[in-house]
Every structure is written in structure tokens, then in C-alpha cells.
């Protein structure tokens, strides 16, 4: 597990680096995240599409910020996007990032049976209490990296989902990348 773990973050830490963000919920008037239909928690195949729904769906019902698709686009995200689901939310007075969105975001994927498989390296508690919670997820060949950052002021901080299909970043070798980045 703590390789995997380590694995998860290289991931994230190389996507949140590269600035990459999209595919997640923000493709609604004026920024507001379409409805997302439910899927019944772990039935059916777990194809993109399904992800893609889990984490708009969780993301929506936490009323997190809008998904931040301007925010920077790469070759990077357009080679992983076949393999992965995006989502980074910048908070701000009208749309808030805090750690009880992201709590809630965390509660839902586990309601659709997303299994926690640890912590991420990006995790960091201070005085006993979490201030930058990561988070990893497995499910049925996905691995799921979740993560909170504080802002300055309450509510400005940023919510963020990667989600990766293990399988595809194998064949196109793109988990290699992954790999090194975390060692």
C-alpha cells in the first residue's frame, strides 16, 4: 500500500505541477455544474463516463466551487485525458473552498464506494489538527487522489480530484512517468 500511496501522489503531485485541469464539472450556465444523474453506488463497469460521474456528482452535491477549466491546459492533459478525470476549484467568497466541502466530497466517493487507501504524501497535519488533507481512493482499477489546500482567508482554498484508470496509464506508458516522479 505504501507504494501505492507514494505512486498516487507522484501522480497528483506531477498533474497539480503541471497546472492541469478539466474534464470535471463546470460545463453549465454561468459556471454552474450541469446536473449529474446518480449512478448506484459499484454497479456496472467502471468506465470514464462513470467516473466522471462519480466525481461530478459528489463535487455537486458538496456545492464546491466551479470546475477551473481555463486554468491551464497542456499537451500533458491532452495525453492523459484518455486515461484520467480532472477536477481543480478555486474558492472565493460566491463559491467557497473549505475543509468541510472537501469533507464532503471525501464522504461521497466512499458512499459510492470508493475504498480509502491511505493518505497521500501531500498530506500535512499541524498541531494534532489535518490543515492539507490528500487522500487516495481505489476502485476497480482506478486509483482516486483527493486534496484540500487552505487559503489565506476562509473558504479561498482549493479543492482538487484526480482520478487515473491504472490499466490505461500502463499501455500508454504514462505510470512510468508517475513512478519516477514519485522516487
Known sequence: MQGKGRAASAALAVLVVAGLAGCGAGDGAEGTPPPVP???????????????????????????PP??????????????????VFYK??????HPADLARYEAVTDGLRGRAWRFAGKGNGHEERGGKVHRPQ????????TLVTEFGPG????????GVVA???????????????RKAGS
Do not use: H, I, N
Not at 470546475?67 to 492533459?77: L, N, T, V
Open 164 to 178: 487515473y484508470d491504472e490499466a490505461c496509464m500502463e499501455r500508454t506508458g504514462l505510470m512510468d512517468t508517475f
Open 89 to 94: 476549484g478555486f474558492g472565493d467568497r460566491e
Open 67 to 84: 470546475d477551473a477549466r481555463d486554468f491551464s491546459r497542456g499537451m500533458e492533459e491532452e495525453q492523459l485525458r484518455g486515461c484520467a
Open 38 to 64: 446518480p449512478r448506484p453506488a459499484g454497479a456496472g463497469p467502471l468506465t470514464k463516463d462513470a467516473v466522471r460521474a462519480d466525481v461530478e456528482g459528489v463535487l455537486a452535491a458538496a456545492d464546491a
Open 135 to 142: 487522500e487516495v481512493f481505489e476502485q476497480r482499477g482506478w
Open 152 to 159: 489565506a482567508d476562509e473558504g479561498v482554498g482549493t479543492l
